[in-house]
C-alpha cells in the first residue's frame, strides 16, 4: 500500500509540475534569478529524486519531507523574490499550482496529525501571499476561494491516503487472524489424520495380533498369530519410516486391481467386478487408506456376517471419472444398523470411516432392514480435500466517503460558477452549464446498489463535458482575464465528473471525457490554457483514479497469492510438526508396549503360555485405551486401569472430545480423580465416559456388578449382559471446582 501511494504521489506530481512550466516560465522576468532557478532546481529536482526514491524504495520519507519543505519556504519567501515588491502581479504566483503536490508529498512523508497540519499552514500561507502586491494584490474574497481549494484538493488526497493505510492496516490484521485460525485448523486437521491412520495401523496389525495370540490354542492358529506378529512388527517399522512429504502416485487401475487380489486371498470368496476404471491417479496414501479400509471391511463380513455357506458376499469397485473410485463391499449375512454400533468398538470408525474421511473420500452403509440382507459399503474416494480456503479480505475506501469528497468538490465548483456570474456576457446558458452539472453530478452520486456506473449514465456524463465548455466559453472574451478568475470553472468540474465516471468503472468515458476537454479548450484559448485552466490538472486526476483501482485490483490479487501461499505453507508445516510429533510419539509408545510381546510371539511361533495369554489381553486393552480414551490417560489413571484388569474387572475409556478445550492443571485434577475412583472401586465393570462441553461435569464414571457373581468374560462383554448389571459406583467429576 505504501509503495502505491508513494510512485502514485511521485508520478503524478511530476505532471502536475510539468503543467506547471508553462506558467513558470511566464513569470521568469519578475523574479531574481538566483532565486527562481534555486528553488526550482530544488522542488523539480526533489519531485524528480521523489520517482526514483519510489520505484527504488530508498529514502521516500526522506526525499518527500524535503519538497515539502522546499515549497513552504519557496512560498513564504516569494515577495521577497521578485524584483520589484511593489508591484502588483498580473498572475497567480506559479507556486500555486504546486500547492497540491506539497500536501501530498507531506501526506506520504509525515504522521497524520502532522500532514493536516501542513495541509492547513500551506494554503493559508499561499492565501497571505496572494493578497499582497507580489502575490497578485487579489481580493479577499478570491484568496480564500484558492485557499479554500487548495485545502480541500490536499484534504482528498490525505484523506485517501489516511483511508487506505487504514485500510490496509486491517485487511493485515484480518489476513494475520484469519491465518492464525487457519493454521490453528488445518494443524488440528493434520493431529487427526495422522491419529486416525496410527490408530488404523494399530488396530488392524497390534490390537488384531494380540487378540488371536491370546485366542490361539491349535497349531493352526498359533502359527498364523506369529505371522500376524512378524506381520504387525514390519507395519510399525514402515510406519515409522514413512514421509507427510511422499508424493508418489498410485493409478487407480493398480489399487483395483490390490484390491480384488486380496479379496481372491481370503478365506470365504468374494466375487469381485471392476467397471469403468480410469486413467488416472492418486496419493499413495490415499490409495493405501482405500486399500487397508476396503480389506477391513471384508474382514468385518467375514466376523460378523455369518458362515460362508449360508452368505453371499461380492466386491464391486466402478471407476468414477479419471482418478475416483467406489468401492462396494457387501453381504446377505446378519446385518447391523450403524447407529447401535458402540463407540468403544473400533474396527468401523477407526479403520474404515475416519480413515477414508481423512483420506478426502467418504463411506456410506446401506442396511435395507436390521437382521436381514445383510449391509453394504460403498467407499468412494479420489484424493485429499484441504481445509476451506475461505476468502481474501480486499483494500478498498468506503463508497460514503468517496460520494462525500465528490459531493463537496462538485458543490464548490457550482459555488465558483455562481461567483462568478456577473463575468459571462449572457448568464442563461452559464446558468444551464451549471444545472447540466448538477443534474449529471447528482445522477453519477445517487446511491446505487450496482457499482458499475450504467453505460447511459457515462454516455450522458461525456455529453455533459462536452456541452459544458461550448455554453461557459461562448459567453467568455478569450482575449480577457481567462484564468485569473473563476468564470472558467469547467475544466475543474468535467474532470470531477470524469474521476466519479472512472470511479465507477467506465474508465475509457471518462478519458474521452477529459481528452474532449483538451481538444475543445486547445482550439478555444490554445494549447498553453491547458495548463493555466487546470485542463492538465483535470487528466491527471483522471490518470490517479484509473491507475489507483487498477493498483488496487492488483494489491488484492497479489494479496490472494499470498494468502494461498502462507495457506500451503501452513498446512506442510501442520503436516509436518503432525507427523514428527503425533506419529512419532504415538508408534513410539506403541512399540515401547506391544514390541516386546510381538517379538515374544514370533520367537514362541505363537505358542505362548497363559500368563503371557492373559498379558496379551492386558496389553491389547491398554493400547485400546490409547486409542478411545486420549486424554482421559495419564501416568496414574493408566496405573489403576491395569491394576482393575488384572483383578479381573473390564475397564472402558472413552474419550469422545468432551475435555479438549480443559486447560493442563484442569485436566490434570479430572483425571487425577478418575484415577482416585477407579483405586476405590472394586466393581467388575468400570466405564468412565467424557461429557459434551457445555456440562458443568466433565467426566462420568460407572461402576457395574454383574448378576453372575463376576465371571464375566475377560475379553468382552455383550449387551444383553448390561441388563442385568447393577450400577454400584456413579460419579460426575465436575470440570471446575466449586469457589
Known amino acids: 500500500m505504501e509503495v502505491v501511494a508513494s510512485r502514485s504521489v511521485a508520478f503524478f506530481g511530476l505532471l502536475f509540475g510539468a503543467q506547471t512550466f508553462p506558467v513558470m516560465l511566464g513569470q521568469v522576468g519578475v523574479l531574481q534569478t538566483g532565486w527562481f532557478w534555486g528553488y526550482n532546481v530544488a522542488i523539480f529536482g526533489g519531485l524528480l529524486l521523489c520517482v526514483v526514491a519510489a520505484i527504488a524504495r530508498r529514502f521516500v520519507r526522506i526525499l518527500n519531507i524535503f519538497v515539502s519543505g522546499a515549497w513552504l519556504v519557496a512560498m513564504a519567501t516569494w515577495p521577497l523574490a521578485v524584483v520589484d515588491p511593489s508591484v502588483v502581479a498580473d498572475e497567480r504566483p506559479w507556486l500555486w499550482f504546486l500547492c497540491t503536490v506539497a500536501t501530498a508529498t507531506a501526506a506520504i512523508a509525515l504522521s497524520t496529525w502532522a500532514a493536516t497540519a501542513y495541509l492547513v499552514l500551506a494554503p493559508a500561507l499561499y492565501g497571505v501571499i496572494r493578497l499582497t502586491p507580489p502575490g497578485g494584490g487579489a481580493h479577499w474574497d478570491l484568496a480564500a476561494l484558492d485557499t479554500v481549494y487548495a485545502i480541500l484538493l490536499g484534504g482528498a488526497v490525505l484523506l485517501i491516503i489516511t483511508l487506505l493505510r487504514q485500510a490496509a492496516a486491517s485487511v493485515d490484521a484480518a489476513q494475520a487472524t484469519a491465518l492464525a485460525r487457519y493454521t490453528h485448523a488445518v494443524r488440528q486437521h493434520a493431529t487427526e489424520v495422522e491419529r486416525v491412520q496410527v490408530d488404523s495401523i494399530v488396530h488392524d496389525s497390534v490390537l488384531t495380533t494380540l487378540i488371536s495370540a491370546a485366542r490361539a490354542y491349535t497349531p493352526d492358529a498359533m502359527e498364523l498369530s506369529a505371522t500376524m506378529a512378524g506381520n504387525a512388527i514390519g507395519h510399525l517399522k514402515e510406519a515409522q519410516a514413512s514421509s507427510p512429504d511422499d508424493e508418489s502416485l498410485v493409478g487407480v487401475n493398480q489399487l483395483a486391481d490390490r484390491i480384488t487380489g486380496s479379496a481372491e486371498a481370503l478365506s470365504a470368496p468374494f466375487p469381485s467386478r471392476v467397471m469403468g476404471i480410469g486413467v488416472g491417479s492418486i496419493a499413495v496414501q490415499t490409495a493405501e487408506a482405500l486399500y487397508s479400509a476396503s480389506v477391513q471391511a471384508m474382514v468385518n463380513s467375514l466376523q460378523h456376517a455369518g458362515p460362508a455357506e449360508s452368505v453371499d458376499r461380492w466386491l464391486r469397485i466402478t471407476g468414477e471419472g479419471a482418478d475416483g473410485l467406489e468401492i462396494e463391499i457387501g453381504d446377505t449375512g446378519v446385518g447391523f444398523d450403524l447407529e447401535d454400533v458402540p463407540t468403544e468398538r473400533l474396527g468401523l470408525r477407526i479403520s474404515i470411516v475416519e480413515r477414508v474421511a481423512n483420506a478426502g473420500g467418504e463411506r456410506r452403509h446401506r442396511l435395507p432392514a436390521r437382521g436381514g440382507n445383510g449391509h453394504h459399503d460403498p467407499l468412494a474416494g479420489s484424493g485429499?480435500?484441504?481445509?476451506?480456503?475461505?476468502?481474501?479480505?480486499?483494500?478498498?475506501?468506503?463508497?460514503?466517503?468517496?460520494?462525500?469528497?465528490?459531493?463537496?468538490?462538485?458543490?464548490?465548483?457550482?459555488?465558483?460558477?455562481?461567483?462568478?456570474?456577473?463575468?459571462?456576457?449572457?448568464?442563461?446558458?452559464?446558468?444551464?452549464?451549471?444545472?447540466?452539472?448538477?443534474?449529471?453530478?447528482?445522477?453519477?452520486?445517487?446511491?446505487?446498489?450496482?457499482?458499475?456506473?450504467?453505460?447511459?449514465?457515462?454516455?450522458?456524463?461525456?455529453a455533459v463535458s462536452i456541452a459544458l465548455p461550448l455554453l461557459v466559453t461562448a459567453q467568455l472574451d478569450v482575449h480577457g482575464s481567462v484564468g485569473s478568475d473563476y468564470s472558467t470553472w469547467y475544466p475543474a468540474a468535467i474532470g470531477t465528473l470524469m474521476v466519479i465516471t472512472s470511479t465507477r468503472r467506465r474508465h475509457f468515458l471518462a478519458w474521452v471525457g477529459v481528452g474532449s476537454l483538451a481538444v475543445q479548450t486547445a482550439l478555444w484559448a490554445g494549447p498553453g490554457a491547458l495548463a493555466t485552466l487546470g485542463v492538465v490538472g483535470s487528466i491527471v486526476w483522471v490518470a490517479v483514479s484509473h491507475v489507483l483501482s487498477r493498483s488496487l485490483a492488483k494489491i488484492s490479487r497479489d494479496a490472494q497469492q499470498y494468502v494461498v501461499a502462507e495457506r500451503e505453507a501452513a498446512e506442510w508445516q501442520a503436516a509436518q510438526e503432525a507427523h514428527l510429533f503425533e506419529r512419532q510419539f504415538r508408534l513410539r509408545q506403541t512399540n515401547r508396549m506391544a514390541l516386546p510381546m510381538l517379538r515374544q510371539i514370533v520367537a514362541a511361533r505363537g505358542d505362548l503360555t497363559d500368563a503371557q495369554r492373559q498379558e496379551c489381553v492386558y496389553l491389547e486393552g491398554a493400547i485400546r485405551d490409547e486409542i478411545r480414551g486420549r486424554k482421559l490417560l495419564n501416568n496414574r489413571v493408566r496405573e489403576q486401569v491395569m491394576r482393575a484388569r488384572r483383578r479381573g474387572a473390564i475397564v472402558t475409556l472413552l474419550d469422545e472430545g468432551g475435555i479438549d478445550e480443559?486447560?493442563?492443571?484442569?485436566?490434570?485434577r479430572v483425571l487425577n480423580s478418575l484415577a482416585d475412583a477407579l483405586r476405590n472401586s472394586d466393581t467388575d465393570r468400570l466405564i468412565a465416559r467424557t461429557v459434551p462441553e457445555g456440562s458443568d461435569v466433565a467426566v462420568t464414571v460407572v461402576g457395574l456388578n454383574s448378576a453372575d457373581g463376576g465371571n464375566s468374560s475377560a475379553l468382552g462383554h455383550t449387551d444383553e449382559d448390561e441388563d442385568d448389571d447393577q450400577v454400584d459406583l456413579w460419579l460426575e467429576i465436575p470440570r471446575a471446582l466449586e469457589r
Do not use: Q
Not at 480443559?662 to 490434570?668: A, H, K, Q
Open 384 to 462: 485429499c480435500r484441504g481445509c476451506g480456503r475461505g476468502g481474501v479480505v480486499v483494500i478498498t475506501i468506503p463508497r460514503y466517503i468517496i460520494v462525500a469528497l465528490a459531493a463537496v468538490f462538485s458543490g464548490y465548483h457550482l459555488l465558483l460558477a455562481v461567483y462568478s456570474l456577473d463575468i459571462p456576457r449572457d448568464k442563461v446558458p452559464f446558468i444551464a452549464a451549471m444545472i447540466l452539472y448538477a443534474i449529471a453530478t447528482t445522477l453519477s452520486l445517487w446511491p446505487s446498489k450496482v457499482g458499475r456506473m450504467p453505460l447511459w449514465m457515462a454516455i450522458a456524463n461525456v
Open 662 to 668: 480443559l486447560s493442563d492443571t484442569e485436566l490434570e
